[in-house]
């Protein structure tokens, strides 16, 4: 993956891009974590300012997927943290895309994991457990569904249809 450039693959895949097989993420996203570009299958979640089932998935086996939160764009509350964090890198993530902010940043620029979230907010999410796995996500008009590839590295984040070859 250290080789992979998604600048490359926009430019070698006019075809997916034109068919919407292969879509970039709008750039709204910042980086965070030791990993600059990471990728891997995706795997979906929505919730709305509570991260239990963040914890849910972070605490299974990663396998190398990228998990990918709708958290609805919101920036009141934190939804991935340090601890979170470290137990994806413990648990094999390849990283984490946030639709919503994270917190504990110094812990999570120290963890060998990608991160992508809005921003940053001290404070923390609710704990109600309410929210959706593994279904079609809709982050700033892009589709994402589960299964789907994720490409991210310092110029953006990438979504394909298929893992591309590299």
């Known amino acids: 993956m250290a080789t992979f450039a998604t600048a ?12 919407g097989e292969l879509r970039a993420l709008e750039p709204i996203f910042k980086i965070y974590g030791q990993r600059r ?13 509570d991260n239990v089932l963040v914890r849910q998935l972070l ?5 190398g997927r990228v998990l990918v939160i709708d ?7 934190a939804l991935v943290g340090g601890n979170l964090a470290q137990s994806a890198q413990n648990m094999g993530w390849a990283g984490i895309v946030v639709n919503g902010c994270i917190r504990d940043v ?6 060998d994991i990608g991160v992508r979230a809005l921003g940053s907010n001290p404070l ?18 892009t589709f994402i569904r589960d299964g789907e590839w994720l490409y991210a590295d310092s110029d953006g984040i990438l979504i394909s249809k298929m893992e591309l070859s590299i």
């Open 71 to 77: 958290g609805g764009g919101s920036t009141r509350c």
């Open 106 to 111: 110094d812990e999570i620029n120290a963890c």
């Open 8 to 19: 490359e693959a926009c430019d070698s895949n006019t075809a997916l891009l034109a068919s």
């Open 124 to 141: 923390k999410s609710n704990k109600k457990a309410v929210g959706d796995k593994h279904i079609p996500i809709s982050i700033a008009g």
């Open 37 to 49: 570009a990471f990728s891997g299958p995706i795997a979906t979640l929505k919730v709305f300012e």
């Open 59 to 63: 605490e299974t086996r990663g396998e």
